[in-house]
């Protein structure tokens, strides 16, 4: 896992006018309700705590109330802590000067919101440009840098029209490229594609996944639709009353939900298409040879197996060979296009589908790690489809 870019430890804020008895209740054994009730404190975030590596999309998820857009507030101290702290670079952005923050704010990181907060009398070259503008960037430098970004997202041809000239969608790209102008580390995203009807938000989230696979930024996105949440994080935080209950990945999630609450978000939702290659395989159903003559084939073809993967010494696939092929004193070796771990669902259904045998699966290095075939792919649709009729 790569170095973390942002740490939060501990993170407490309480909104009132007394956050230490409040504080002092919390460690009492208090909830957020009995405080309320008796205090007239409110526990926005309760004791929080994890690290995100560079180069991660990590989706903080909750209903409304839970505390996310809070947190995200906290992480780039918007809002002030209570208690806690939160380091991004080794930095505690709670206990850097105002000036400090400011710098950390206009070069390294950037915000985007659900509102897309365009200036209406500026074109769209100069929205994107601004907060190099406001960093004191040369003008022919800024205009440069933003109509490289307005390329990146789609939108260069669109560069001397008014933000009311263009769609919800495309306004909310002016405010992607505004935020990845001025190249920042750590990108900050609240709601960001909430206010865009269905097509367009998937448009959108094309288009980060698009930018991430090519500038791995390290991304923070609030988000309280859990299908995009599956679709673009690496790692998702979901959070009720204040606090974290659960934070894994999409498969982790959905194959091992924390409790009940974490389980009414999947109501409704086929969650099976954000199952991999690497979440179906099977590690001891295809038999394995090594060496590709008589006896080392007969060997592992001697139970009720067909066929065997051929393996080389790096643990690469070379190809499979077939029952059929027994009395050859060197069996005929057939080729076998493997499939990576992480293939969605839908690409191993297709692939699985084309084939007479089982798939290889392969890490990110080519090397064997299990197989998919028909009846472990059918199981999971039929599980699936059965469970959101």
């Known amino acids: 896992m790569n170095s973390p870019k942002v740490v939060v430890e501990g993170l407490y804020k309480v909104f009132g006018n007394n956050p230490k008895l409040a504080l002092d209740m919390l460690s009492g054994g208090a909830t957020k309700d009995d405080i309320f009730a008796k205090t007239g404190q409110v526990v926005g975030v309760q004791d929080v705590s994890f690290e995100v590596p560079e180069g991660e999309i990590f989706v903080l998820m909750g209903l409304s109330g839970s505390g996310?857009?809070?947190?995200?507030?906290?992480i780039n101290r918007l809002v002030e802590p209570t208690a806690g702290k939160v380091l991004i670079d080794g930095r505690d952005v709670a206990a850097v000067r105002?000036?400090?923050?400011i710098a950390l704010r206009r070069t390294d990181m950037s915000m985007v919101f659900q509102s897309f907060a365009l200036m209406p009398q500026r074109t769209v070259l100069a929205n994107a440009s601004f907060g190099l503008e406001v960093a004191?960037?040369?003008r022919k430098e800024r205009e440069k840098r933003a109509l490289q970004v307005l390329e990146q997202v789609g939108l260069a041809a669109f560069a001397q029209k008014l933000p009311s000239e263009l769609s919800g969608g495309m306004q909310q790209r002016v405010g992607l490229a505004r935020a990845l102008a001025v190249n920042p580390s750590l990108m900050i995203m609240d709601e960001a594609f909430s206010a865009l009807d269905p097509l367009k938000r998937k448009e959108m989230q094309n288009v980060l996944l698009q930018l991430q696979k090519e500038q791995r930024r390290t991304i923070l996105f609030v988000s309280h639709d859990l299908e995009e949440a599956l679709r673009i994080g690496n790692r998702i935080a979901i959070m009720e009353g204040g606090r974290v209950v659960q934070i894994g990945t999409?498969?982790?999630?959905?194959s091992q939900p924390a409790d009940d609450y974490v389980r009414a978000f999947f109501e409704g939702v086929d969650t099976?298409?954000?199952?991999t290659a690497g979440d179906l395989m099977q590690t001891n159903v295809v038999p394995l040879v090594r060496n590709l003559d008589a006896s080392s084939v007969a060997e592992s073809l001697n139970g009720s197996a067909d066929y065997a993967f051929v393996l080389d010494e790096a643990r690469k696939i070379r190809g499979f060979v077939t029952r059929d092929a027994l009395g050859a004193a060197t069996p005929a070796l057939r080729q076998l296009e493997p499939i990576s771990r992480g293939a969605s669902l839908e690409q191993v259904v297709s692939r699985v589908c084309a084939s007479a045998t089982a798939l290889p699966?392969?890490?990110?290095?080519?090397?064997?790690?299990g197989s998919v075939n028909q009846s472990v792919v059918l199981k999971v649709l039929t599980r699936s489809r059965g469970s959101h009729v």
């Open 136 to 138: 004191g960037v040369s």
């Open 98 to 101: 105002r000036s400090e923050l």
């Open 272 to 275: 099976s298409r954000y199952l």
């Open 68 to 74: 996310k857009s809070t947190l995200i507030r906290l």
């Open 361 to 369: 699966v392969v890490d990110d290095e080519g090397c064997y790690c």
């Open 250 to 254: 999409p498969q982790e999630i959905i």
